[in-house]
């Protein structure tokens, strides 16, 4: 059984900053790609930032230069940090992790966490 748990999210002004984190837990032999999703209201959810066991980063064109995703390897954590916030980044904010229960698999597999609001208001 694998649990990812998003923490972090919350209220915040337009201009301001934030700080997501996620937690991959359970019997995971490894982790190759873990990101970051997010859904606003009557969207569909969208790809914001991906992150490599090895470090290699890529982000979507909207959040480039305002927001840095890293992750710690040793204990399965990926963050989020969030900067010069709009209205525009309110959305739940969404964790992936990819990767794989047994040595040898070839196939990945992928979970997902429950969601961390995001709202970006005045």
């Known amino acids: 059984q ?5 923490s972090g999210g919350g209220l915040v002004q337009p201009g301001g900053s934030l700080r997501l984190s ?13 990101a970051w999703y997010r859904q606003a209201p009557g969207k ?11 470090g290699s980063t890529n ?5 480039k230069g305002r927001f840095t995703i890293s992750r710690d390897n040793a204990k399965n ?16 904010y969404y ?19 429950q969601g961390t609001q995001v709202t970006v208001s005045s």
């Open 22 to 34: 996620c937690a991959a837990s359970g019997s995971i032999f490894s982790i190759n790609f873990m």
């Open 95 to 113: 964790c992936n992790v990819q990767g794989r229960l047994l040595p040898g698999q070839t196939l990945l597999r992928s979970w997902w966490g």
């Open 77 to 92: 954590t990926v963050f989020l940090q969030m900067r010069s916030l709009t209205p525009e980044d309110t959305a739940v």
């Open 59 to 63: 982000y979507a064109d909207s959040v």
């Open 44 to 54: 569909q959810r969208e790809l914001v930032a991906t992150i490599t066991s090895v």
């Open 2 to 6: 694998v649990q990812v748990v998003e």
